[in-house]
């Protein structure tokens, strides 16, 4: 993998980290996390001003990618509900990576030396969660993370083999974001209806910065799975779990035991051997 390439999947990393916090702290995260929808959908519908469309072939997985976007953003919002940022977005993120390689397994050969960095990412991720005892780690938090990680899993093997065949991948993202924030706010208009607006006056931050935030998180690892591997930039995003420790420590003022500190550590070598494979 290029150095410029890992570097801007890291930087996505951190963003992606950074608005995820953001939805945590709000008091109603279903709302905030519409609001960051809304952002994106917003500067997705400003860039196809300037971007060439994607390719006829990659629609089919731009709409499937947008639907399940919806129920992972639901998903998302109820999870970070139950549980500690900190707790609950490793679980998320540290459980992606071997869905994708499972899934992925037929479609691309990974070397050793990327299997063995894969298997590090999810062994932090594992220990994360074994230490998450007393926790609020509630059946209810396992079971929603885990369901968030299915559907993560789902959107990058989608989006993966969606960008590669839209000769677009800055269309293809501008789309997606368009598609999954309008389809968020008709999908939740009972809940979200007479409310973004007031919410946009008192948090624009949150709507605007989130909306780029994850518009350039979610658009570099697209732009990355067209130069890589798809499962070794699924594993290599997963570096966030490092920027999530951090922010949960210093920002949210969670209590970050050892095992969230080790299995950052081993996320955080997974990433490195992925560098070296």
């Known amino acids: 993998m290029p150095t410029a390439v ?12 950074a608005w995820n916090a953001a939805i945590k702290s ?3 995260k279903l709302l905030a996390t519409g609001a960051v929808t809304l952002g994106a959908a917003s500067l997705g519908a400003l860039a196809l001003f300037f971007l ?3 390719g006829t072939a990659s629609w089919p997985f731009i709409a499937l990618s947008a639907g399940l976007h919806l129920g992972y953003y ?4 109820a999870t970070y509900h139950d549980a500690d940022f900190s707790h609950a977005y490793p679980l998320m993120r540290g459980s992606a990576p071997v869905l994708v390689a499972l899934a992925n397994s037929g479609i691309e050969t990974l070397s050793t030396s990327q299997a063995a960095a894969i298997a590090l990412v999810c062994a932090g991720g594992a220990v994360v969660r ?4 007393g926790l609020r780690a509630s059946r209810r938090t396992l079971k929603l993370a885990f369901l968030c990680a299915l559907a993560i899993a789902s959107c990058t093997m989608v989006d993966g083999l969606g960008v590669r065949r839209s000769g677009s991948p ?4 501008a789309w997606l974001f368009l598609l999954t924030g309008v389809g968020m706010a008709l999908a939740n208009r009972r809940r979200l209806a007479g409310r973004l607006g007031p919410y946009f006056r008192l ?3 949150l709507v605007l910065g989130g909306g780029v935030a994850t518009v350039s998180s979610y658009g570099i690892a697209l732009w990355a799975m067209t130069l890589a591997p798809i499962a ?9 779990v490092v920027f999530a420790a951090a922010i949960g420590a210093w920002v949210l003022r969670e209590r970050v035991g050892p095992a969230r500190i080790a299995g950052a550590v081993l996320i955080a070598g997974g990433a490195a051997v992925l560098r070296l494979s």
Do not use: I
């Open 232 to 240: 070794v930039v699924a594993a290599l995003r997963e570096m966030s």
């Open 26 to 28: 709000a008091p109603d």
């Open 130 to 133: 074994a230490g998450a005892k």
């Open 6 to 17: 890992l570097l801007a999947v890291l930087g996505a990393a951190l963003l992606h980290a």
């Open 74 to 77: 639901r998903l998302l919002a």
């Open 203 to 205: 948090q624009p931050w």
């Open 170 to 173: 800055a269309g293809y993202t």
């Open 52 to 54: 060439p469309p994607p």
